[in-house]
């Protein structure tokens, strides 16, 4: 009969396409606001397979942050060795995060600061996670002060800090509707009074 599906091996489906889509419903819709239902949509694959090859829905939206950051994150943070000035180097890094934040409506702000910074309160693995991400920022913030031999008005460390807050904060607002035009000239006036 033709009108019956047929039975046997599951559709192939190809892994990277599939974790790009649950990171987009993660960015889009925060983790809690993310069912698994509409995971399984958008990723084109039966909730069995989705555990089956991702775990549950924490261990996908962990899978997701390190997708987001190979594919997103790194541009941003390659902004730090453009090669410039340190001046030149921090409004390049901003206008990167902001460019993450403001480029696709449907996905504003950033999955790390928006999304896991949210879901904390859900899980101690979140938080450590998030602990995680934050310090690897300001540690890569922190070497490229150092790096640039410019007399700083507090250590590297804690200027990282204060700089990763203001992306940070780029990002929040990118969340709630700022636009990009506003959020860089933010960038640009935060790295001129950094320096």
Known sequence: MSGQPKRGRPRGYDATEALEAATSVFWAKGYEGA???ALCRAM???RASLYQHFGD?????????????RTRLGP??????????LADDLNAFFDQVVSLATRDPATPG?????VLSDAVGTSPL???ELDRRFAALEGRLSERLRQSGDRL???AEVMAVVLASVARGLTLRARS????????????VAARTFL
Do not use: W
């Open 110 to 114: 950033c999955l790390i600061s928006s």
């Open 126 to 128: 979140f938080k450590a």
């Open 35 to 37: 069912s698994v239902d």
């Open 177 to 188: 509707g700022a636009s990009a035009a506003d959020l860089r000239a933010v960038g640009h």
């Open 57 to 69: 829905k924490q261990r996908l939206f962990l899978t997701a942050i390190d997708h987001y950051e």
């Open 44 to 46: 084109n694959m039966p």
């Open 153 to 155: 008005g507090a250590p």
């Open 76 to 85: 941003m943070a390659q902004s730090l060795d453009a090669g410039g000035t």
